[in-house]
């Protein structure tokens, strides 16, 4: 499934698929319910990353739930316990962790320390949050990767494209 796909072929393609109505502000409110519910938890630093996901600043609370790893664990089970799928990953910064935690082989990920250009070099380019244009774009030039993009020279992308694709 993609996102914009009819629903009808939505429905053709995944048998039983239930289909319903946006709920935006609904939708927002229970995850800042959810994102305070992780403040008392697990970080000092929770913040909504609307639609669907949380940032946490962990720093230095890792160590409250044993360690890093067991502490996603525990995240992760907790959210399907109450009825959601979920991801998690940690790194250097706030980007690398988001493209991992939507786009890793791994439900939990953890990046070592300056480890995040490597963790993420095997990543499509939608894992750097660009403009769906600019994915678009770099497609029809050859780029799949991330890696394929941070071995070639950031002026002339910069030129075409603007200075985001540089910064991510």
């Known amino acids: 499934l993609r996102l914009g796909m009819p629903a009808s072929k939505a429905q053709a393609i995944v048998s039983g698929l239930i289909v319903e109505e946006l709920k935006a502000a609904e939708d927002a409110r229970a995850l800042r319910d959810l994102a305070l519910w992780f403040l008392r938890i697990y970080a000092p630093i929770v913040s909504p990353d609307p639609p669907a996901s949380l940032v946490l600043d962990t720093t230095g609370a890792d160590h409250l739930h044993g360690n890093e790893h067991l502490m996603l664990t525990g995240m992760i089970n907790r959210l399907h316990g109450i009825g959601f799928a979920a991801r998690a990953a940690i ?27 490597q963790a993420i070099a095997h990543l499509p380019l939608a894992a750097l949050r660009l403009e769906d244009r600019i994915i678009r774009d770099l497609k029809v030039l050859g780029f799949r990767t991330v890696t394929e993009l941070m071995t070639t020279a950031r002026a002339p992308l910069t030129l075409r494209f603007g200075p985001e694709v540089g910064r991510r």
């Open 91 to 117: 790194a250097d910064s706030w980007g690398a962790a988001h493209a991992l935690a939507r786009f890793g082989r791994d439900q939990i990920t953890i990046v070592p320390e300056h480890g995040a250009g």
